[in-house]
């Protein structure tokens, strides 16, 4: 499967892209004035392989979920058993991101692909909210800083898993994916990612994730450190950095990437675990970076060394460290915004204005 995606994915359409531009040009305002989403409409018509491309929607959220061996390590004072209960209160419906996928009018799918603890029931009772797919490949991953986190074989799973959750959820519609995640602890291995793809320190690419003291955090900049040292994970070998010091949530959210990717659908990141994520889909397949829109700049730094590293500009800027796919979920109306342009402004021939 892995294989085949990336056989897939393809150049954008540079046909489209050109039409895309000339329409631009013969919109009723002045050039360039939509700034970033003038670029972004053409890119997505590139993706699409046609002008204008279809509006981005309907929007479905995949919210992916692991434990991590590494919290052993104290790199958060959470307990590990936040993230099962986490993943109850998205079924419920009562998380940030449920209110903010309501009001986008996203449904929201919640993945298991490596939680440690017993999950709560499925309230089945309500059957219009989100809904759990189960596709734990292990119960949280290995200490990464004793052991890889993950064998090649678990690694490839939990991308595989990504993909096919990608595709399931285009086969049903929608037209455009969010990535999100939940994973006590996954900040550290987004760190150690980051660092890895990129070259970054482990300082620059380390955050305070759920807002650590300086004691964790400096602890948490070490252990991330210490797992590069002992793994040397090699960027060329994008499965092996995601099984020696990834987490199963990035491997599936690469996975997800990927899969939008081949399906000429585009896909809006969310923060630091997902575009940690979206180099590993890029090592794999330099060509998916055009279906990724980065939704926002995540306040962990590390965010900001992997856009610069995928040549990608976030459309909005908060201050947001939540994850979820709240981010993504805010950013959803720039980029649909940004396709609508395309469909609906008048040229000054059609409206009859006169250009300058």
């Known amino acids: 499967m892995l294989e085949s995606t990336l056989a897939a994915i393809r150049p954008l359409d540079e046909a489209a892209m050109a039409a895309a531009r000339e329409l631009q040009g013969r919109l009723t305002k002045p050039a360039g004035s939509l700034g970033a989403l003038e670029p972004l409409s053409v ?12 509006l981005p929607e309907p929007a479905a959220v995949a919210i992916f979920a692991g434990d991590h061996g590494v919290h052993a390590q104290g790199v958060t004072p959470w307990p590990q058993e936040v993230t099962a209960q986490m993943i109850g209160n998205f079924l419920a419906g009562g998380a940030v991101v449920n209110a903010f996928a309501r009001q986008a009018g996203a449904s929201v799918t919640v993945v298991d692909v490596g939680v440690a603890t017993p999950l709560p029931a499925d309230p089945a009772a309500n059957p219009a909210g989100p809904r759990l ?17 993950l064998t090649r074989d678990e690694a490839r799973a939990a991308l595989e898993t990504g993909i096919r959750v990608a595709g399931d959820l285009v086969d049903a519609g929608a037209g455009i994916l969010l990535t999100g995640d939940m994973g006590i602890g996954n900040t550290t291995p987004a760190a150690a990612l980051i660092a890895a793809f990129t070259g970054a320190d482990p300082a620059a690419a380390t955050g305070r994730g759920t807002g650590v003291d300086d004691e ?24 092996g950095v995601l099984a020696a010091v990834g987490g199963l949530e990035h491997a599936a959210l690469a996975g997800l990437i990927l899969g939008a990717a081949a399906r000429r659908v585009p896909v809006l990141l969310d923060g630091v675990i997902a575009v940690s994520a979206a180099l590993a889909a890029a090592a794999f397949a330099p060509e998916a970076v055009g279906a990724m829109v980065a939704g926002h700049r995540s306040a962990e730094p590390g965010a900001t060394a992997a856009l610069r590293h995928l040549g990608l500009d976030p459309l909005i800027d908060l201050g947001l460290r939540l ?34």
């Open 43 to 54: 890119r997505l018509a590139g993706l699409a392989g046609t002008c204008p491309p279809p």
């Open 216 to 239: 964790t955090y400096d602890r948490k900049v070490g252990v991330v450190r210490a797992a590069l040292d002992r793994h040397a994970p090699d960027p060329a070998d994008p499965l």
């Open 323 to 356: 994850g979820e796919g709240t981010g993504a979920l805010l950013a959803l109306p720039v980029v649909t915004g940004a396709v609508r342009v395309l469909h609906e402004v008048a040229t000054f021939d059609s409206a009859g204005v006169a250009e300058k």
């Open 133 to 149: 797919v189960a596709a734990n490949v292990r119960p949280g991953t290995r200490d990464l800083t004793v052991t890889a986190a």
